[in-house]
């Protein structure tokens, strides 16, 4: 399974535009990668899931360039309730997939 | 729609119990995961089934076992249950093999 990397935290501010990214150098061809989000004693909630190129939903945007070694998550105009831990997860469909640390993100008023 | 279901939300045992969570997957999902979470740390996948079958099973004892229904909900089971084994368990399920993940609101095990 590939490996990711991604910041440990972030901090930014209400309405501005997060991106976070996630590097995954030795992503296989078979491999999707799929962001979750994740508050204090919840579930993961899936957020986004793509291939290649740019995937967009009402929630989050993800830009995959075209070597796929790595990912960005993009988050439009965050507000308070966006506080959590992200994962980014490298893994074919058919296949379980194995989380990392995530990115703490703290969103300040 | 209900989402994926787990039971019970809060459990407290003593070392060497056992213990047994439940999963309901999301309607129209057949395949089932459990995932252990430690405070502060990313979930583990322990093991999936499908088809009633143990499919995939990650670096867990023996002492995890689990079983899955014809109706596709699932039981986690921990026998001699130790300090560590106290965690949020998860549960996750998907339509089919090869679908997104939804995770359950998870079970939180003290073990004292």
């Known amino acids: 399974l590939a490996k990711t990397t991604q910041p440990i935290s972030m901090d930014s501010y209400e309405g501005q535009e997060v991106n976070i990214t996630c590097s995954h150098n030795n992503i296989a061809t078979n491999d999707y990668i799929t962001w979750y989000q994740q508050f204090p004693s919840q579930g993961p909630r899936f957020i986004i899931q793509?291939?290649?190129t740019k995937v967009t939903n009402e929630v989050a945007s993800l830009f995959i360039p075209a070597d796929r070694k790595s990912s960005t998550l993009s988050l439009p105009r965050v507000s308070l309730s966006d506080t959590a831990v992200y994962y980014c997860l490298v893994a074919p469909r058919d296949d379980k997939i194995i989380f990392g640390k995530g990115t703490r993100l703290h969103i300040l008023p | 729609d209900a989402g994926v279901t787990q039971s019970p939300t809060h459990l407290i045992k003593t070392r060497g119990q056992q213990v047994t969570l439940r999963c309901s997957p999301k309607s129209g999902h057949d395949t089932v995961s459990w995932y252990q979470q430690a405070l502060g740390q990313g979930p583990q996948f322990i093991f999936q089934y499908y088809e009633e079958e143990e499919r995939q099973r990650g670096n867990f004892p023996d002492r995890f076992s689990g079983h899955q229904f014809p109706n596709y909900s699932s039981e986690l089971n921990v026998n001699a249950l130790l300090l560590g084994d106290s965690a949020l368990y998860l549960c996750?399920?998907?339509?089919?093999?090869?679908?997104?993940?939804?995770f359950g609101p998870g079970t939180r095990l003290t073990v004292l």
């Open positions: 793509g291939y290649k």
């Open positions: 996750a399920s998907r339509r089919d093999h090869t679908d997104t993940q939804y």
